[in-house]
C-alpha cells in the first residue's frame, strides 16, 4: 500500500511572478489557506501517513506552516477565540523536509526523496495543481490503480492540442473503453505532432525503482533533469499506466484557473455553512 508521498515545493515560481519574489508559490492563498495545505489534505484523504516536502532555502515559510506557534495559541486561548485555535490544528500526518541547494529540475527535486521512499511504492503531488472530485479523492485513483496493475501509475486530463506544448503528452495502447491505459511512451512538451491529447498531470505513483532511471538520466528539456525521460526510459522495463482523472483539475500560476478555483472554494465553504 502507498503510504509515502513527496511534494516538490523548491522551484522559482516564475509562473506566478512578481508574488513569488517574496511568497512561495506553494503559499499562495485560496480562501485563507495556502495551496500547499489542499495538497496535504488530498494526500491525508488518501491513506498517505509520511511526507517529505522539497523545499529551497527561500521557502523557510512553508516549514513555518505546518509547525506550531505557541505564541499565537496562546493569544487565542487567553481571548478565548477557542474556534481559530480549531482553525490553526496541524494536519495528522508526519512532515519532513529535505532541500534542493540547487533548482535542477523535477527529476532532480524528487530524486532527494530516495531515502526517505526506501523501497516501497510512493506518491508524487505536484503543489500548483488542485484538483477537485466529488467521488474521490483524486491521488486515492491512482492508488487504487496501482493496488490493481502494479507499475508506475500518472494522472492524465484530456487537453486542447493548443495546450499540449506545457507538458508532458503520452502514447498510449488502445484501452478499449477501460478507464486505465497501459502508456507506451512520454514526449516532454512536445513542440509538434504530440502523440495524443492526453497529459500528464501532477499526480503519480512511483516505484521505488524510478531512483535508477532518475540517477541515469542528463539534463533535457531547459538544462533540467525531466522527471519525463526518466519515466520514458524506466517504460522500456516495467509498465506503466495511466488515468483520466475524475474532478476538476486547477493550475494555480493560471490567473483564470485560479479565480475559478478561489470561486469553486468559495461557493464550497458557503454551502457547508448553509447545510452545517
Known amino acids: 500500500m502507498v ?3 513527496i511534494i516538490p515545493a523548491a522551484g522559482y515560481g516564475t509562473r506566478n511572478l512578481p508574488i513569488t519574489k517574496v511568497l ?3 503559499m499562495i492563498p485560496l480562501c485563507g489557506r495556502p ?3 489542499y495538497i496535504v489534505e488530498e494526500a491525508i484523504g488518501a491513506g498517505i501517513e509520511q511526507i517529505l516536502i522539497i523545499v529551497s532555502r527561500s521557502k523557510n515559510m512553508i516549514l513555518d506552516y505546518f509547525d506550531r506557534s505557541p505564541e499565537l495559541e496562546h493569544h487565542l486561548e487567553a481571548k478565548g477565540k477557542n474556534h481559530l485555535l480549531k482553525e490553526m490544528a496541524l494536519p495528522n500526518v508526519q512532515i519532513q523536509y529535505v532541500r534542493q541547494p540547487y533548482i535542477k529540475g523535477l527529476g532532480d527535486a524528487i530524486l532527494l526523496g530516495k531515502q526517505f521512499a526506501g523501497n516501497e511504492p510512493f506518491a508524487v503531488m505536484l503543489p500548483d495543481e488542485i484538483i477537485f472530485s466529488d467521488k ?3 491521488l ?3 492508488i487504487e490503480l496501482h493496488k490493481s496493475f502494479r507499475g508506475n501509475a500518472i494522472g492524465l486530463k484530456f487537453m486542447k492540442d493548443s495546450e499540449l506544448k506545457k507538458y508532458g503528452v503520452i502514447e498510449a495502447q488502445k484501452n478499449n473503453g477501460c478507464p486505465q491505459i497501459q502508456i507506451t511512451d512520454i514526449i516532454e512538451k512536445p513542440e509538434s505532432s504530440p502523440p495524443s491529447n492526453l497529459a500528464v498531470i501532477g499526480r503519480y505513483i512511483f516505484e521505488p525503482e524510478i531512483f ?3 540517477e541515469n538520466t542528463t539534463p533535457g528539456v531547459g538544462g533540467e533533469i525531466q522527471l519525463t525521460d526518466a519515466i520514458k526510459s524506466m517504460i522500456r522495463d516495467f509498465p506503466a499506466y495511466g ?5 476538476e483539475r486547477f493550475d494555480i500560476a493560471t490567473k483564470s484557473d485560479y479565480v475559478k478555483l478561489i470561486n ?3 461557493s464550497r465553504e458557503e454551502s457547508e455553512n448553509l447545510h452545517g
Not at 243 to 247: D, K, P, R, S, V
Open 24 to 26: 512561495p508559490k506553494e
Open 264 to 266: 469553486l472554494i468559495y
Open 212 to 214: 535508477t532511471y532518475l
Open 136 to 138: 474521490k479523492a483524486p
Open 35 to 37: 495551496a500547499i495545505d
Open 243 to 247: 488515468l483520466e482523472m475524475e474532478g
Open 140 to 142: 486515492l485513483q491512482l
Open 3 to 5: 503510504k509515502k508521498a
